[in-house]
């Protein structure tokens, strides 16, 4: 599990979404950092935006950037909670073609390290639309980190072995 300095470094197209009622753009501080993180590794911040916790809002943040052929990946944050303004998993539901279960419980395990088993109350998870991947982390700023630091930064690198995410894009919309 390493990366592979013999490889070419390709860079992906990362639109990102924080899901809140209360956050603005100058609040949104696991927005601030996931964007960060995602240009320090090389890859295209292709676009960000804020939304509400509402299904429907989300939904079509999703299916417009899923049907953007220059974004590659989604990654939202917040709304995966367990209260009833928590609806970002509903809304990837109703966008969704194949779940991707391994991400959610390893965001879990990993969380576990950090919070316990207070890691239990998140939804985390992600899913395959159309040929792009979404990845859902809490809103949490120590969430964000751990689900970049430890999962995202090495699977969306084309260079991570043995295998990861980026390799699979081409094939992603095979039948």
Not at 32 to 50: F, N, S, V
Not at 61 to 70: A, M
Not at 73 to 97: F, H, N, W
Not at 104 to 128: D, H, K, M, N
Request: net charge negative.
């Amino acid at each position: 599990m390493a990366i592979d300095e013999s490889l070419t470094f390709k860079p992906v197209n990362i639109a990102l979404l924080t899901i809140s009622d209360t956050r603005k753009a100058s609040e949104d501080t696991s927005g601030d950092i996931l964007a960060g993180r995602i240009e320090d590794a090389g890859h295209t911040l292709a676009a960000r935006e804020i939304s509400q916790d509402d299904k429907n809002e989300i939904a079509a943040h999703l299916h417009r950037w899923i049907d953007d052929e220059q974004i590659d990946a989604v990654i939202t944050t917040g709304g995966t909670g367990l209260t009833g303004r928590d609806v970002t998993p509903e809304a990837l539901d109703r966008v969704k073609d194949k779940d991707i279960p391994g991400f959610g419980e390893l965001f879990r395990w990993i969380s576990y390290e950090t919070i316990g088993v207070s890691t239990i109350q998140s939804r985390a998870c992600a899913v395959i639309a159309r040929g792009t991947y979404i990845f859902a982390l809490p809103g949490s700023n120590g969430a964000v980190k751990d689900g970049w630091d430890k999962i995202l930064a090495s699977q969306l690198d084309s260079r991570h072995r043995p295998c990861n995410f980026v390799d699979l894009m081409p094939r992603l919309r095979e039948r």
